[in-house]
């Protein structure tokens, strides 16, 4: 018997779908998921090799995936007509923009995002259940968990030692020599439990005059901010390798360019290089192909 239960969401709406079956009054009872856990098509190209048999070897960086297509197999059901038509229209005002996926089955809980459509088999038409298929094409072919993991940093307040200057750039006096070594202050620690490379999302906040600086502690990458961060959070997305400001591209405030990843069942250490006060956190989400 199904057990997995599924939601389609588009800004405040909901529809949800049962995969157990039995729901009543106006429901959506599915009968079949195809496309959740199989992976897109493959996006490789093969060149055949003319003197010998098979293709060319093909670089492991080659193998990438299309859009996911998710198709859920549903019964529109209600104890009159109305209650069946009303079940159909809760799904087709899903259309005109992008959905929300989530599908819960048993400890797994993960969701797409696409957009929808939806085919209603007038012929197979009853009372009290019409048969209805949802289409629903993801340009990101991964399953996200729904679930995240989020991580702290926290930047030194003395600074990194030796000569300070002010935000204006001037020499602050009585010279300081401190403890120059204390750069690295804090570090953090990050899992992806999935089957695919799952990207963090970095985001900044408080009073960082200087920027900061983020190291993959095994690898020795940095991804490098170099403006201020003040009043509003700044955030570095490592998959799409941008950085915004309340929704503004700042991606040229960021020097170096070595954005996190965290590959399938990876765990990454990063380590913080700030100076003044406030929070670097790091989300992950458990990512699956």
């Known amino acids: 018997m199904q057990t997995w239960q599924a939601v389609i969401s588009k800004g405040g709406r909901k529809v949800h779908i049962n995969g157990t079956g039995g ?3 106006a429901a959506l009872n599915a009968r079949t ?4 856990y199989s992976t897109p098509q493959p996006k490789v190209k093969l060149t055949e090799r003319e003197s010998s048999d098979g293709a060319h070897d093909v670089e492991p960086n080659a193998v990438l995936y299309s859009a996911r ?5 549903l019964y529109a059901e209600g ?14 005002a899903m259309a005109h923009g992008l959905v929300k996926l989530r599908v819960k089955d048993d400890n797994h809980d993960t969701y797409v995002e696409g957009y929808l459509s939806v085919d209603v088999k007038a012929d197979k038409a009853t009372r009290n259940r019409e048969e209805v298929t949802v289409t629903i094409v993801c340009p990101r072919p991964e399953r996200l ?22 935000a204006l750039g001037v020499l602050t006096f009585p010279l300081s020599y401190g403890v ?28 960082l005059s200087f920027g900061f600086t983020v190291t993959n502690s095994a690898t020795g990458e940095q991804l490098g901010y170099s403006d201020g961060v003040s009043s509003a959070p700044v955030i570095l997305d490592s998959r799409t390798r941008t950085a915004s400001v309340n929704g503004v591209d700042v991606t040229r405030n960021v020097y170096l360019r070595e954005f996190p990843v965290v590959g399938a069942g990876e765990t990454v250490t990063l ?12 989300n992950l989400r458990d990512t699956f192909i």
């Open 180 to 207: 120059a070594a204390e750069r690295v202050t804090s570090i953090c620690t990050i899992t992806n439990h999935g089957t695919a490379t799952a990207y963090p999302v970095i985001t900044a906040r408080g009073n």
């Open 79 to 92: 104890s009159d007509r109305s209650e069946v038509q009303q079940a159909i229209n809760d799904l087709l």
């Open 271 to 282: 380590s913080l290089e700030a100076a003044g006060t406030g929070t670097v956190e790091v």
């Open 145 to 166: 968990s729904e679930a995240f993991s989020v991580a702290f940093m926290t930047p030194s307040v003395k600074g990194y030692g030796g000569l300070q200057y002010s």
């Open 69 to 73: 297509t998710v198709t859920l197999e």
């Open 33 to 36: 998921i195809k496309g959740w």
């Open 23 to 25: 729901a009543t009054g």
